[in-house]
Each structure stands twice: as structure tokens, then as C-alpha cells.
């Protein structure tokens, strides 16, 4: 009988300790407030991944402009595919090229034809973004931090 009332107390005494005892709850908050306008001023950045097409690894690294209104400015860039080095040059895609920014500060880039080549991630006000290259054959990613914000008229 004894056996039997201390089971009883320590399960009682457990269910109470539980009751009692504060739970963390992890409430995940959707990001609002994002736009094409976070995204804007020069940014370094650096590029590393493989990519099939030009036969394996990839990296680069350079400057890139986002001017703030869904339109890509300057990118310079270095870069190295599958060990074949190309020194300082332009990049094509700074062409008519442009981005998106969503509500959540999720977004894409675009060729001037519209063929999205690169989903983004806003970070931190505008401070930095992270890329993922959408291109077939690719596993690239990119990450680029402010350097300067383009002056304000």
C-alpha cells in the first residue's frame, strides 16, 4: 500500500511539475515591408558553385549595383571557371537586367527577355542578399553585403 501511494505522489507530483512549468513557443513571423528599394547601392560580393555548362566549379567575386527600382546597374567581376581565370570584366547580365522584391524581402532577377535567372533573399534592411542561381546544370549560390548606398538626389 505504501509502494502504491508514493507512485501516486510522484506521478501526481509530475503532472503538477508539468502544468507549471513554462513552455517555449516559436512563433514564426513572416517579414513584411520588403521592396525593390531595400535593395539598392553598390554591393561586393562573392559567387561559388558548379556549373555543368562550363564544366564544374565556378567562383567569382566583384561589385554589383542595384539601383533601387527593380533595375541592375553596374557588375564588375573576376571570376574563375573550372580553373580558367578571367580577369576584371563586365558582366553581361548588368544589361538591362532587373530584380524583384516581395513583401517578405524574398524576390528574382531577370534577363531583359524576362527569363528569371536567380531567386534572392533581402537580408537585413538592404544590407546584404543572399542569390541561388536558377539555371539548369548549376548549383551556384551568391552572397553580397552594401559596400556603399547610392546618394540620395
Same mark, same amino acid.
Given at each position: 500500500?505504501?509502494? +502504491?501511494?508514493?507512485?501516486?505522489?510522484?506521478?501526481?507530483?509530475?503532472? &503538477?511539475?508539468?502544468?507549471?512549468?513554462?513552455?517555449?513557443?516559436?512563433?514564426?513571423?513572416?517579414?513584411?515591408?520588403?521592396?525593390? *528599394?531595400? %535593395?539598392? @547601392?553598390?554591393?561586393?560580393? =562573392? +559567387?561559388?558553385?558548379?556549373?555543368?555548362?562550363?564544366?564544374?566549379?565556378?567562383?567569382?567575386?566583384?561589385?554589383? &549595383?542595384? =539601383?533601387?527600382?527593380?533595375?541592375?546597374?553596374?557588375?564588375?567581376?573576376?571570376?574563375?571557371? =573550372? #580553373?580558367?581565370?578571367?580577369?576584371?570584366?563586365?558582366?553581361? +547580365?548588368?544589361?538591362? *537586367?532587373?530584380?524583384?522584391?516581395?513583401?517578405?524581402?524574398? #524576390?528574382? %532577377?531577370?534577363?531583359?527577355? #524576362?527569363?528569371?535567372?536567380?531567386?534572392?533573399?533581402?537580408?537585413?534592411?538592404?544590407?546584404?542578399?543572399? %542569390?541561388?542561381? $536558377? *539555371?539548369? @546544370?548549376?548549383?551556384?549560390? /551568391? $552572397?553580397?553585403?552594401?559596400? $556603399? $548606398? /547610392?546618394?540620395?538626389?
Amino acid at each position: 500500500m505504501q509502494r +502504491r501511494l508514493i507512485w501516486v505522489t510522484l506521478f501526481s507530483v509530475a503532472i &503538477v511539475v508539468t502544468a507549471l512549468y513554462p513552455t517555449r513557443k516559436v512563433h514564426a513571423t513572416p517579414v513584411q515591408g520588403c521592396s525593390v *528599394a531595400n %535593395l539598392k @547601392g553598390t554591393y561586393g560580393f =562573392n +559567387r561559388t558553385g558548379v556549373n555543368n555548362v562550363v564544366g564544374g566549379p565556378i567562383a567569382s567575386i566583384g561589385i554589383q &549595383v542595384f =539601383n533601387g527600382d527593380g533595375t541592375i546597374g553596374l557588375t564588375r567581376l573576376t571570376r574563375s571557371n =573550372n #580553373g580558367d581565370i578571367q580577369d576584371w570584366t563586365y558582366a553581361p +547580365r548588368s544589361v538591362d *537586367a532587373s530584380y524583384t522584391v516581395d513583401a517578405d524581402c524574398t #524576390g528574382s %532577377l531577370f534577363t531583359a527577355d #524576362g527569363t528569371k535567372t536567380n531567386n534572392l533573399v533581402v537580408l537585413d534592411g538592404g544590407k546584404g542578399f543572399f %542569390l541561388l542561381s $536558377e *539555371a539548369t @546544370g548549376t548549383i551556384v549560390t /551568391e $552572397e553580397g553585403t552594401r559596400i $556603399e $548606398e /547610392e546618394k540620395k538626389d
